[in-house]
């Protein structure tokens, strides 16, 4: 077993654990559950959230083992370097490794479970939202300062960043879903322009997020911003259906 706990809650060391491990007999189900399964619990009059991540193959339980860090503990990490950039996430509590003799049994990350009002999956599927547009632009100049600080959040995809509004009347961001991130010392524009491609297939919306990108990226025009963002995303959506038809046929043939 390896077990880290934030040293903020070195004190709860104990409950952290056990509660960790009724994970399959208490806590309340949060989301669907397709492919990790996430349950909130009460820790001391506040609700954290632990996530159970699905049981990898049996490559990944000897890769995790041995050679890479598993998804628990790159959750944990990333958490961590991310507030001490200044990147709004869930305060990291612990996470936990269970291994047998090939390798990585399971593992859970646990963390603060915050209440929000919207993610950006909202602001794609209700065109209405309530104050869309300043919010789709306070998310890009958040995106901005990710890639500024050299953050490439390789699931930057609309339902991976809470957003919340504050008390001046502006929004908060908090990333989650964490395991896939790399760390740079700049990001060429390329790599900015792919980060942002995943996340709406709308064009007005590319087009808001180009405007204004523009106004804090100055080596690059608007008109290039959008050029290359409306031309990855337009990639990305193909290849993404693409999959989909695909996995449907696949199902058909299986029945």
């Not at 952290?16 to 009059?45: C, H, Q, S, V, Y």
């Not at 996430?89 to 919207?118: C, Q, R």
């Not at 008390?167 to 790599?191: A, K, T």
Request: charged share 30%; net charge positive.
């Amino acid at each position: 077993m390896n077990f880290k706990v934030n040293p903020i809650f070195e004190n709860s060391t104990e409950l952290i654990l056990n509660t960790i491990k009724m994970f399959n007999a208490k806590g309340e189900l949060f989301g669907n559950g397709d492919r990790n399964k996430i349950k909130l619990f009460d820790f001391n009059g506040k609700t954290i959230n632990i996530k159970s991540f699905k049981i990898p193959n049996l490559i990944n339980k000897v890769a995790y083992r041995y050679f890479r860090k598993s998804k628990a503990m790159r959750s944990f990490e990333y958490a961590t370097i991310l507030l001490e950039k200044g990147i709004g996430t869930p305060e990291p509590i612990a996470f936990l490794e269970n291994f047998n003799v090939l390798g990585l049994k399971d593992s859970f990350y646990v963390s603060e479970h915050l209440n929000v009002d919207l993610t950006y999956r909202e602001l794609v599927e209700i065109p209405d939202f309530p104050d869309r547009e300043n919010i789709l632009r306070q998310f890009t100049k958040f995106s901005f300062d990710l890639h500024e600080k050299g953050i490439e959040f390789l699931d930057h995809s609309p339902g991976n960043t809470l957003i919340k509004k504050n008390s001046s009347g502006n929004y908060d961001f908090f990333l989650v879903d964490l395991n896939r991130m790399e760390f740079h010392d700049s990001m060429s524009f390329e790599m900015r322009m792919k980060n942002l491609c995943r996340l709406t297939p709308l064009e007005e919306m590319v087009a808001t997020m180009s405007n204004e990108y523009a106004k804090y990226y100055k080596a690059k025009s608007e008109e290039k911003i959008f050029e290359t963002l409306w031309k990855y995303t337009s990639d990305f959506q193909e290849k993404f259906y693409r999959k989909k038809r695909l996995k449907k046929k696949l199902k058909f043939w299986k029945k």
